[in-house]
């Protein structure tokens, strides 16, 4: 009988409460969109479309030497992205306005110093947003960073305004599955 009490008696663990269809306050689906502009007028990028030669179909047009004006919005408003990584190059997401549907945030990417891909070549480039309770956003942009100096390549193509990507959280918060990726 007395173990039976005991046992009856032992604390229960505290049960976080949090909105359906959320975990840990962690939205079950997040909606990135990336968009990037070159400065200092706000200028479009292109991409353009190699099929099946390299890894990915579409190679996006990148000039070295050149500050891109990068814009990331995330739904819902309810995550937190801290800062973003291209290729290596880490810079700060800076919050411009947020509601209940979106938040906005910009930051700057600097080609300075990146070397110009070689005639023929395409390379992958690493990009990651990291987000406070989410985890890391990943993906692999295939790129050709042309020399600043033979920037007419760079303008023309197809100009994109953003890439979107549908994006669920991992069990653990350490990073995002992407469920779908369109150029817009």
Same mark, same amino acid.
């Given at each position: 009988?007395?173990? #039976?009490?005991?046992?009856?008696?032992?604390?229960?663990?505290?049960?976080?409460?949090?909105?359906?269809?959320?975990? /840990? /306050?962690?939205?079950?689906?997040?909606?990135?969109?990336?968009?990037?502009?070159?400065?200092?007028? /706000?200028?479009?990028? #292109?991409?353009?479309?190699?099929?099946?030669?390299?890894?990915?179909?579409?190679?996006?047009?990148?000039?070295?030497?050149?500050?891109?004006?990068?814009?990331?919005?995330?739904?819902? !408003?309810? @995550?937190?992205?801290?800062?973003?990584?291209? !290729?290596?190059?880490?810079?700060?997401?800076?919050?411009?306005?947020?509601?209940?549907?979106?938040? @906005? %945030?910009?930051?700057? %990417?600097?080609?300075? !110093?990146?070397?110009?891909?070689?005639?023929? /070549?395409?390379?992958? @480039?690493? @990009?990651?947003?990291? #987000?406070?309770?989410?985890?890391?956003?990943?993906?692999?942009?295939?790129?050709? %960073? %042309?020399?600043?100096?033979?920037?007419?390549?760079?303008?023309? !193509?197809?100009? #994109?305004?953003?890439?979107?990507?549908?994006?669920?959280?991992?069990?653990?918060?350490?990073?995002?599955?992407?469920?779908?990726?369109?150029?817009?």
């Amino acid at each position: 009988m007395n173990s #039976f009490l005991i046992a009856s008696t032992a604390p229960r663990p505290l049960t976080h409460h949090t909105e359906p269809g959320t975990m /840990d /306050d962690v939205p079950p689906i997040i909606h990135l969109s990336i968009a990037l502009r070159i400065q200092p007028n /706000d200028g479009p990028v #292109f991409f353009k479309v190699d099929g099946t030669r390299f890894g990915q179909n579409r190679t996006i047009k990148l000039l070295t030497g050149s500050k891109y004006k990068i814009d990331v919005v995330a739904k819902p !408003g309810s @995550v937190e992205a801290t800062n973003m990584n291209i !290729g290596g190059i880490v810079f700060p997401l800076e919050q411009q306005s947020r509601d209940e549907d979106s938040v @906005v %945030y910009q930051g700057q %990417y600097d080609t300075e !110093g990146v070397p110009h891909t070689k005639s023929g /070549d395409r390379q992958p @480039v690493q @990009v990651s947003v990291e #987000f406070n309770k989410a985890g890391t956003f990943e993906t692999v942009w295939q790129a050709k %960073y %042309y020399n600043y100096y033979k920037r007419e390549h760079c303008q023309f !193509g197809n100009k #994109f305004s953003n890439i979107e990507y549908e994006c669920k959280p991992n069990e653990t918060r350490t990073l995002m599955w992407i469920n779908k990726e369109a150029f817009n």
